[in-house]
């Protein structure tokens, strides 16, 4: 048997094999069990013994706190044990961030879906922020489904998972939101600050689970942040819930103050106009 050592919290390690055109990780090779872990303040070793004939090329796994590839061949670890010490070891030879396909363990099934599902929009986003000159961290959705799915513990993959889909939407139905404001005779004066028929709209996006977006309109700008939302609730028009949520084989539903709800998909033109004219509705209200 070799024993196998990963470490878990700050500065984590994971180690992972080849097996055919998958990477596994350690604890779903056969006839690997765990056998002990050790507390080391905010990390923990977690100690595996791994039949020797199941040994393969690999990979090493490093978060800190986005993974980082390191590749390891068998010949060079048959007969020894792959302790942190060897994870350490100038012998690692760092590998670019792949889009490796991790062995599923079940659970990361359907929100895998959906992230693939609406990982295409990054492109559009990209194009929007680059027109609309907005001030938005675009995700990176190959570098984003590694990070989800090279974490060995299938909750944590389910997790990352649904939390970079939720953004990665947000971002999408926001750039739309800006549009039908600008559609409207709305100029953009910064990023997420319009101006029209002499008041003020402001966009907070706070991309969480709950409301996502929320817009305000105002007779001069309030330089309103989440913290101090709640003072300005007589100015705000819209609150807007992007939860991604499969709807059969149909899209993703987008809530308005939990009433109006849309189905938005880059190619539902017809529901995009629908949204955008409510968004403009509601914004009417307040010129």
Known sequence: MITVEEIYGEDSWFTYFVRGNEV????????????????????????????????????????????????????????????????????????????????????????????????????????????????????????????????????????????????IYSQWVLTKVIEAIIEMGGKLIDSFVLSIDSKIVEILYHPNPGIDIHVLVSDKREYININNIQNYKNKEVLQIDTGVRTVGKVGITVSFEGNAQFVLTPRNLEEIKKFKEEVRNEIRKKL
């Open 24 to 167: 596994v990780h350690v604890s779903q090779i056969g006839g690997a069990r765990k056998v002990g872990s050790i507390s080391l303040g905010n990390r923990s070793v977690v100690i595996w013994e791994v039949p020797e004939n199941e040994i393969t090329n690999g990979y090493y796994v490093n978060y800190n706190p986005k993974p980082r590839l390191f590749r390891f061949t068998r010949p060079n670890i048959l007969g020894r044990d792959l302790t942190f010490d060897l994870m350490l070891s100038k012998t690692l030879t760092p590998s670019p961030l792949l889009q490796l396909r991790p062995r599923l363990f079940g659970i990361e099934r359907m929100p895998l879906f959906t992230f693939r599902r609406i990982a295409p929009l990054e492109e559009e986003i990209k194009s929007s922020v680059q027109k609309l000159r907005l001030r938005l961290p675009i995700i990176n959705t190959v570098e984003a489904e590694v990070d989800a799915m090279l974490r060995p513990i299938p909750q944590e993959r389910v997790r990352v998972l649904n939390s970079y889909s939720e953004e």
